[in-house]
């Protein structure tokens, strides 16, 4: 069932998906980012990591609940704005992202569901790139129960082999995709099948960073909770929205209505991305403010994403990529915190 | 089937009344939908939005009991609530619940129950009080300590004095004034100047963080132990469904694991609120 | 050359002599071999002290830190902090001071020569070295930059790797400094203000074209705010992140304030966002370059800041951050400025 498909024929593939918007990642000024692919023969999924991750893509950074606007009898008019138009097919998702999602699920899904997200997620179709040498400098997947080859939240897995990619279809919604473009594909042959678990078995060696025995992390976090550790590592913290934004598990959003006229009103209530590391995220109208210095902020994060998030869902809410340590502007990194956190003696 | 969480439901305003003027001004609103609605538990608060400004976060005040319309009582502290301040009877608005969890008033039924609240703080536990009154039989004593910081900022002033004939009703405000004949100071000093029993009894505060704290100290003072004692606690709120990851307090997030807590389990979270 | 053991010497002498509360310097990260800020109370501490082509970052920003901090305690030790910078930061500090931010005894200044070369680009060096990870980089002799990589070591033009603005540098030696390390030596600036001047020749229609496209790349991450020491506004008029709250502010005030920007990154809000600020960093703005290191998206965000500090040289005479005791641009003038747009 699994498949080979050379990379002269990859545009023969995205030439096929006329139904779907396709992303796939795209160097624009040095920096890497998931963008919607225009030309299909351009695209090269020779490319280490994205800055923004795949999230932004079943969850971007704005969008649209509704539409208000007065009606004629001193009331209002609400048109719900659910996302349409053609379903995603994202390329190139490491599985750090892919794993991101299924977590990023966990919070939109449960009893009361996101509309908005799930309309999105369950249309979307995420081809993943295994990872044959870690993307970055920082990767430590493997230290938070992910892996450079994971399938975690995935539809299809690609698995780079030299001149042709091993293609594994995961998902029904993966062999739809892969059957849409038939004859491009062929059948893979189990030599190929070795080399990709030879590669998938390699890669598991060469990530150059790990966060080691934090199963009681959760539980030491919680002693940790008034302590002026969190003073100490948060010192340097020039609380900007860059560690939350570009993280692929974090879910934080703010709503607003966006007014567009006043008279008679109308306008829309939009969503967007938000961070509790912004010093107002968590301030009261009163102007008291629970969390009112960087120390509780950076606690909120490394509590969030190694204890609460655990406690909820038995799962870190952190998939190694990376993305925090390497583009803090003030080198802050969540690897040393949590060691420390492990390290940490009252 | 199950409908856009995050779309508001219409609904009229029925009525408006004062309940204290000036800066801090306090107004009640009940509201009936214009369409099929929903149900509460005491407890439970309900988004309001109004279309431009945004949206706040609001306990249901109202008995579950009383059908006709919720009430709310809203404080006017910023954008949103000034915006609601400005609503007229007839004027339509969104609302979106109920959301959170309630009081375990099944559990209470032969119980003895005490109210201690302060300012704003009685909104939030009428519906219990006014749910046990429309049940009384199956409730045991019934008491209110109440207070507010001068008379004029005392909530459901017309309601307290019907309540009187009802149930043992103590109220109090923080400095003398030369009419008022009841006890003066805090909520809390007056819990412990009538010293109500704690056996076989409930106590739920509401009010400021500081009149709460004080409260809860005052209560396990005179008997109660943490598990007797109920709160109701607030947070910044954006989606009221647990997603928007902001008004959590440890794991729980307030407008669905919350608001209402016992002493004894909210001790046990991070004392971040 | 700045020595090292200098350094450490003066960080530990002025620990030791309790004359500082803490110094704010820069550290080595040993595993990627750049240097990130640190914050030193301990007179044993000052091994961790670092002075390479790596230190980038402004740690004038720290010193905004602390006077909210100060502000929070209810009895703040009023000892100055120690801060080590470089010419360009040392400006900042210069700002602070004729803003009245802070007081000259709030600082123990530290200054280091930035001498012939200035500091890297880290996107310039991984260029250059296509994929090698460097493990250290000192500053060399004849104005190279030694860098080691797991290949080995080699010898790198500085001019090379340096960050545009070390190449349009007016002040490679701390302008103010209560000790200064390194050698005063001249550096030529043939092009103060050339990056700003590659834009001016583009039409007005290109240049539109091109600042709506990098513009558009904005996720409102505010790292270039958050990491200038100058934007130290507790309410920033482009995006409120703080309100001077106080149990006195009545919902009136609250629901009077005007929300100039929707929190959305569109083009609209972000060109808002972004010119708003270039324009309040005119005539202060030192060209640390460090809001345009700190994004994500690689926008050329110091050109904004630049063509304003061109604008206050050319229409005012106005040089940005020498002098404590001058005030700042826009509360004070001269006879002789521009007035043609008065009618």
């Not at chain 2, 109220?171 to 805090?186: R, T």
């Not at chain 3, 370059?289 to 904004?304: F, K, S």
Request: hydrophobic share 35%; with cysteine.
């Amino acid at each position: 069932m699994d498949k080979i498909l050379a990379k002269k024929d990859f545009s023969r593939w995205l030439e096929a998906l006329g139904a779907y918007d396709v992303y796939a990642p795209r160097l624009i000024d040095d920096v890497w980012n998931y963008e919607l692919a225009a030309d299909p023969k351009a695209i090269s999924l020779d490319y280490p990591q994205t800055a923004i991750p795949a999230k932004k893509i079943v969850f971007p950074q704005r969008e649209f609940f509704f539409e208000f606007h007065e009606a004629d009898t001193d009331g209002y008019e609400l048109k719900e704005l659910l996302p349409g138009g053609k379903p995603a097919v994202i390329f190139g998702v490491r599985p750090c992202e892919g794993k991101a999602v299924t977590l990023t699920d966990l919070v939109f899904g449960g009893e009361i569901k996101d509309d908005y997200y799930w309309k999105r997620r369950n249309s979307a179709v995420l081809v993943g790139l295994a990872c044959a040498s870690p993307p970055s400098a920082n990767c430590f997947c493997l230290s938070v129960n992910g892996s450079p080859h994971s399938k975690e939240g995935l539809d299809v897995l690609l698995t780079d082999l030299g001149d042709h990619y091993y293609v594994e279809a995961l998902t029904d919604k993966g062999k739809k995709l892969v059957s849409e473009a038939g004859a491009v594909f062929h059948e893979a042959k189990p030599g190929d099948k070795k080399a990709a678990e030879k590669i998938h078995a390699d890669s598991e060696k060469k990530l150059s960073r790990e966060l080691k025995n934090i199963k009681d992390v959760p539980a030491k976090l919680k002693g940790m909770f008034a302590s002026p550790f969190w003073d100490d590592e948060s010192m340097s913290c020039i609380r900007c929205g860059i560690c939350t934004y570009l993280c692929p598990t974090c879910h934080c959003f703010d709503i607003n209505d966006e007014v567009e006229s006043q008279s008679p009103l109308a306008g829309r209530r939009v969503r967007t991305w938000d961070t509790c590391q912004f010093p107002d995220f968590t301030m009261h109208s009163s102007g008291h403010n629970p969390r009112p210095d960087k120390a509780a902020r950076l606690r909120q994060r490394i509590n969030h994403k190694f204890q609460y998030f655990v406690e909820a869902w038995q799962n870190y809410q952190c998939t190694g990529c990376g993305r925090c340590i390497t583009l803090c502007p003030v080198g802050i990194d969540i690897i040393k915190v949590v060691e420390k956190v492990r390290d940490h003696v009252s | 089937m199950s409908a856009n969480v995050y779309l508001p439901k219409l609904a009229q305003v029925i009525s408006v009344k004062d309940e204290v003027g000036g800066v801090r001004a306090i107004k009640t609103f009940r509201t009936k939908f214009l369409a099929e609605g929903f149900t509460h538990r005491c407890g439970q608060c309900a988004m309001l939005s109004v279309f431009g400004k945004g949206e706040s976060m609001i306990s249901i005040s109202s008995s579950p009991l009383v059908t006709d319309y919720l009430q709310f009582s809203i404080l006017k502290m910023g954008r949103v609530t000034s915006a609601i301040h400005d609503l007229e009877v007839g004027s339509i608005i969104g609302i979106r619940g109920p959301y959170g969890n309630a009081f375990p008033i099944e559990s209470w039924k032969g119980k003895n129950i005490l109210f201690a609240g302060g300012g704003i703080g009685l909104a939030p536990i009428w519906s219990v009080l006014q749910t046990a009154l429309l049940q009384k039989k199956d409730y045991g004593d019934l008491t209110l300590i109440y207070g507010a910081r001068t008379s004029p900022d005392i909530v459901f002033k017309e309601e307290l004095r019907d309540l009187k004939s009802k149930m043992t009703v103590h109220l109090s405000i923080d400095v003398a004034e030369p009419d008022w004949k009841e006890f003066v100071g805090f909520v809390a000093q007056n819990i412990l100047d009538k010293k109500p029993s704690a056996v076989n009894t409930i106590a739920i505060t509401c009010g400021p963080p500081i009149m709460i704290k004080t409260c809860i100290k005052a209560l396990s003072e005179i008997g109660f132990k943490d598990e007797q004692i109920y709160t109701t606690v607030e947070n910044k709120m954006k989606c009221g469904i647990g997603k928007c990851g902001r008004c959590n307090i440890g794991r729980h997030y307030v407008c669905k694991d919350g608001p209402v807590y016992s002493w004894a389990e909210l001790r046990q979270l991070p004392q971040e609120y | 050359m700045v020595k090292h053991e200098d350094l450490k010497a003066e960080a530990k002498k002025l620990l030791e002599s309790g004359t500082i509360k803490y110094l704010i310097a820069y550290e080595r990260n040993a595993r990627d071999g750049k240097a990130i800020p640190v914050f030193i109370k301990k007179p044993e501490e000052v091994d961790k002290i670092t002075w390479d082509p790596t230190c980038f970052h402004n740690l004038v920003r720290f010193v905004v830190d602390e006077k909210r901090r100060k502000a929070r305690q209810k009895n703040p030790d009023t000892r100055p902090v120690g801060v080590v910078v470089k010419g360009c930061d040392s400006r900042a500090l210069v700002i602070l001071l004729q803003e009245k931010f802070i007081d000259r005894k709030d600082v123990r200044i530290i200054g280091v020569s930035c001498e012939t070369t200035g500091v890297i680009d880290e996107r310039k060096l991984a260029k250059k070295l296509k994929g090698q990870k460097a493990k250290n980089i000192e500053f060399g002799p004849d104005e190279n930059f030694v860098v080691t990589t797991e290949e080995g070591t080699v010898n790198l033009p500085a001019s090379e790797i340096m960050a545009d603005r070390c190449l349009e540098c007016i002040a490679p030696i701390p302008v103010i400094s209560d000790v200064l390390f390194g050698e005063k030596t001249k550096r030529s600036t043939p092009h103060p203000f050339g990056s700003v001047d590659k834009i001016e020749t583009l039409s007005f229609e290109d240049r539109w074209k091109f600042w709506s496209e990098q513009l558009e790349k904005c996720v409102r991450c505010y790292g270039c705010r958050s990491v200038c020491p100058m934007c130290y506004c507790d309410e920033c008029v482009a995006d409120t992140i703080t309100f001077a709250v106080t149990p006195d502010t009545t919902a009136d005030e609250k629901a009077l304030k005007i929300k100039w920007l929707d929190k959305s990154p569109v083009i609209s809000e972000n060109i808002f966002y972004h010119m708003v600020r270039a324009i309040h960093l005119a005539g202060r703005c030192i060209d640390c370059g460090e809001c345009e290191r700190a994004c994500p998206v690689n926008i050329p965000l110091r050109m904004l800041n630049k063509k304003l500090e061109k604008e206050a040289k050319l229409l005012f005479g106005y040089d940005v951050g020498f002098d404590p005791d001058k005030p700042a641009l826009i509360s004070c003038f001269r006879d002789e400025d521009p007035g043609d747009f008065i009618r």
